[in-house]
């Protein structure tokens, strides 16, 4: 009897955690899907789409979140249980919200496009600790409509409040719409640790004294161009980042681990401007078209150049101590690149063929990006690579018998590959192989190695497939065209089959492995 109740209480034990597990979230597109759930219990978070009032006790007592999508316009009433920490608004809703009708919530988050703009005096309970206002809010705030609890606040349209509503206690702070006027240090709380003028923010006003001496991310908009002066970045910074308009010289940085810059920066930097506590340097989508010999700091572990740069390296540029490199587009010459690059990815622009030695023996992980379209031949690839990846490349070439690396453990071929695959074009040694958007070769009679493990067929392939020609794939993928029959295809191996909705061949009950 004992064994009998141990075995009912622990099958009834799993298959409550099952439930929780299958509806921890639920998209709901009507009123009438709600009513109907039976397992309504189980929800831990559901994303209303619908436009259609929420009657109290529709949205059970064991959520804690709740999205409101697509165009759901309808007041709140008391649909909110106490239960509920989290809210997110999404486009369309546009209606005043009572006081306590959200009464334990700690995060209210409206979607950028979101129109809400009502009054929030007495809205917000004292539970609260991050709040994302929407583009459109312009309500004006009085002091103590932003309860004190708060520790995380972003106003997404423009700022024209006054500075004294911003809670004492924030340790994150973000602009994403106008400025209108300078700040002082005194609007900023000392709390403070992140301040960001996000990427749409048009904040451009001198900053020397305004930042507090706590931050440690500072984040400037695509407004800002000012110059900077030493000590106008707090020592305490060690992430910062500027965007789109910035191109001024880089004067009194302090020990930063983390620098980004982005857009229409294309300033000299002197040797000892970048401070030798830098980690990870990037120039993202950015103009920088400069020297580089002899100003990159030996503390750098991360670099990336933007689609602008177009400088040869030549040896010693970049630090030995580098792991991480990409954006490269130009020529490279052998041996001009550190060995203790490990993960290299090239750029945008790059399509030069790959001389030997230019890819330094260290690198693990290889990606070739958009535009590169070269045979690849015997040696260019060393022993040791073992991820790579034609990304959304133009690559298309044959690849012969024992040309790739027989390190190879993942290999991603781009969209336009759609040459047919030989015996051992593909290593024995690869677990996860991605085929290229248009290709649509037979794979039959050995071309996948049993050693995939991972295959993913991508939206042209729609061939037959053969018992034993997926031997020991685990997880199998199919795109939009395949329409075959998976009559003992499917391997006893295989726990993730992912057909399109494309897919119209009979599935009877014996086509599929009890794995699945």
Do not use: M
Request: charged fraction near 15%; aromatic fraction near 12%; hydrophobic fraction near 35%.
């Amino acid at each position: 009897d004992n064994l009998f109740f141990k075995v009912f209480r622990n099958i009834v034990l799993y298959t409550e955690i099952q439930r929780f597990k299958i509806n921890k979230k639920v998209l709901f597109k009507s009123k009438t899907e709600l009513v109907c759930y039976d397992q309504r219990e189980y929800i831990s978070a559901i994303d209303i789409d619908f436009d259609e009032d929420i009657e109290q006790g529709l949205i059970s007592d064991n959520v804690v979140e709740v999205n409101f999508k697509g165009y759901y316009n309808k007041p709140l009433n008391q649909a909110i249980p106490s239960s509920v920490s989290k809210i997110s608004f999404y486009r369309w809703f546009n209606q005043p919200i009572l006081g306590g009708q959200l009464s334990n919530i700690t995060e209210l988050i409206f979607d950028y496009n979101c129109p809400f703009n009502f009054p929030l005096s007495g809205v917000l309970p004292s539970t609260i600790k991050r709040l994302s206002l929407p583009r459109y809010f312009n309500q004006v705030l009085s002091v103590g409509d932003l309860p004190s609890s708060l520790t995380d606040l972003t106003f997404q349209g423009p700022f024209s409040q006054n500075p004294e509503v911003i809670p004492k206690n924030l340790t994150i702070l973000a602009f994403n719409g106008e400025v209108q006027n300078p700040l002082v240090r005194a609007h900023f709380p000392d709390s403070l640790t992140h301040l960001i003028f996000g990427t749409k923010c048009s904040f451009n006003h001198p900053i020397t004294g305004i930042i507090p001496s706590f931050v440690e991310k500072l984040a400037f908009g695509y407004g800002f161009n000012q110059r900077l002066n030493i000590g106008d970045i707090p020592d305490s910074v060690v992430e910062l980042s500027f965007h789109t308009l910035f191109n001024q010289p880089l004067v009194g940085l302090p020990q930063i681990k983390k620098l980004v810059i982005f857009g229409q920066f294309n300033q000299p930097i002197l040797p000892k401007q970048l401070p030798e506590s830098l980690t990870e340097l990037s120039f993202f989508n950015c103009s920088f078209d400069q020297p580089v010999t002899g100003i990159l700091p030996s503390s750098l572990t991360k670099l990336s150049f933007g689609q602008g740069f177009k400088q040869i390296l030549k040896p010693g540029d970049i630090p030995s101590s580098v792991k991480i490199l990409d954006g490269l587009n130009q020529i490279i010459e052998p041996f001009s690149l550190p060995d203790s690059i490990e993960t290299l990815s090239f750029g945008h622009h790059f399509n030069h063929e790959l001389i030997e030695n230019t890819i330094p023996k260290s690198v693990t992980s290889l990606t070739l990006s958009n535009c590169f379209n070269h045979e690849i031949l015997p040696g260019q690839l060393h022993e040791g690579i073992k991820e790579l990846n034609f990304n959304s490349s133009e690559f298309d070439h044959p690849l012969p018998p024992s040309v790739l690396p027989s390190t190879l453990t993942s290999l991603k071929l781009g969209f336009l590959f759609k040459q047919k695959l030989e015996h051992n074009s593909i290593p024995p040694s690869v677990t996860e192989l991605c085929l290229g958007g248009l290709f649509n070769h037979s794979v039959s009679h050995g071309i996948i190695p049993n050693s995939i493990k991972k295959l993913e067929f991508s939206h042209s392939f729609n061939q037959d497939l053969q018992p034993g020609d997926l031997h020991s794939v685990q997880s199998l993928q199919f795109g939009y065209c395949f329409n075959r029959s998976l009559k003992d295809v499917i391997p006893s191996s295989c726990t993730h089959l992912g057909l399109h909705y494309s897919f119209n061949q009979k599935i009877t009950e014996d086509l599929l492995p009890n794995s699945v």
